[in-house]
């Protein structure tokens, strides 16, 4: 048996998981691994420090893996941005066929993704960004809600109206991201009206990812109130681990303090040591609430065969047991 959406038909993959874009996370041996074991993989693009280094990791990729993957392309406002358009040539040029766009609006790059065959699922946190990015023309949806890793925007909803509230008005193929780690989950995004779901999280704390094993021992050990809301006054919330760090940047920030009063707290360098080093105070790190779901570290194959396989069991045997024929109604004869 097997789980058929359309996010599986349309974006030619064996299961409805989708790995998004992890900065510092997402590179080759991980994207290989859900690629293997038939999920969508993202290698993410900026955690390259230059296009020909994302060049490589893509051929890297290809080496361990002849399944299909794509390449995620955050887009955030920034003083000095990266070179997107030379990172989006080397996405062409790769012959890379499926790209996750997110961080703002899409339209820029749509026109030369589209002109090479490339499919466009852009990643947003709010029904009005999922149905702009539908009418621009992207491929499919990935819609974050409140509990996800990273950049949960500002509506503070929750998955639980977001994604069918987004179903209502999305009808290309939808995929649910934020707080997703197990068959329970991606049953009922599909309940909900999703065509599959994303992780980010739960993809970090797997055999194949690269960062320090005390990283994801610290993930297994927490519980879904082990994080913090950073940035809120700042109207670009980030959810990341609670620590020290975090802390103080709340308090900061609720104090009056601006970003300048922070940016060396939450500086990338810091944030990149907790990974490397495994030092769990050394900066700030994205992590969602899922955290309390988790309790293993498997490999990407364990974990996603897994998932398929409940979810199967899950649809087939408990929820369809709960479809019985009715019995004669109290007071009818
Ligand atoms: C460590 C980490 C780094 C992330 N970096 C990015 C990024 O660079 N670009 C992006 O689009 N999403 C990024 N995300 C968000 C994920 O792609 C995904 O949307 C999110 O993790 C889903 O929520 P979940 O963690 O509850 O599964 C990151 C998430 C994590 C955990």
Redesign the pocket.
């Known amino acids: 048996m097997t789980l058929t959406t359309k996010f599986t038909e349309v974006f030619g993959v064996e299961h409805p998981i989708a790995q998004?874009?992890?900065?510092?996370?997402g590179r080759a041996e991980l994207v290989a691994a859900v690629a293997n074991a038939g999920g969508l993989g993202f290698i993410?693009a900026?955690t390259q420090p230059t296009p020909a280094e994302l060049a490589r990791e893509i051929g890297k990729t290809r080496e361990l893996t002849d399944k299909p993957f794509g390449v995620?392309l955050?887009i955030l406002p920034s003083i000095n941005p990266p070179p997107y358009d030379e990172y989006r040539q080397v996405i062409v040029d790769e012959g890379i066929k499926i790209v996750?766009t997110?961080?703002s609006n899409p339209a820029p790059h749509l026109p030369m993704f589209h002109d090479h065959g490339i499919k466009v699922l852009h990643?947003c946190t709010s029904v009005r960004h999922g149905v702009k990015a539908q009418s621009l023309g992207v491929d499919g949806i990935?819609i974050?809600g409140f509990?996800?890793?990273?950049h949960p925007g500002e509506d503070d909803v929750p998955g639980l109206v977001l994604i069918p509230a987004a179903a209502k008005q999305i009808e290309i193929p939808m995929i649910a991201?934020?707080?997703?780690?197990d068959a329970r989950g991606l049953v009922a995004a599909l309940a909900l009206g999703a065509d599959g779901i994303?992780?980010?999280?739960?993809f970090?704390c797997t055999v194949e990812s690269c960062i320090h094993q005390n990283v994801k021992e610290a993930i297994v050990a927490g519980d879904e109130r082990g994080t913090e809301l950073i940035f809120r006054t700042l109207h670009n919330t980030a959810r990341v681990a609670s620590n020290v760090v975090s802390r103080e940047v709340v308090e900061i920030l609720k104090d009056g303090g601006q970003f300048e009063d922070v940016k060396d707290l939450v500086a990338g360098v810091r944030g990149r040591k907790v990974f490397d080093d495994g030092d769990l105070d050394a900066g700030i790190?994205?992590?969602?609430?899922?955290m309390g779901l988790i309790d293993d570290i498997p490999t990407c194959e364990e974990l996603i065969s897994r998932i398929v396989r409940e979810a199967e069991d899950l649809i087939t045997g408990r929820l369809g047991a709960m479809v019985t024929e009715s019995t004669s109604a109290v007071g009818s004869s």
Do not use: Y
């Not at 509990?147 to 990273?150: K, L």
């Open positions: 998004g874009g992890m900065q510092w996370v993410t900026l995620n955050t996750e997110a961080g990643k990935s974050d509990e996800c890793a990273g991201s934020g707080g997703f780690g994303n992780m980010g999280t739960r970090m790190w994205s992590v969602g609430t899922v």
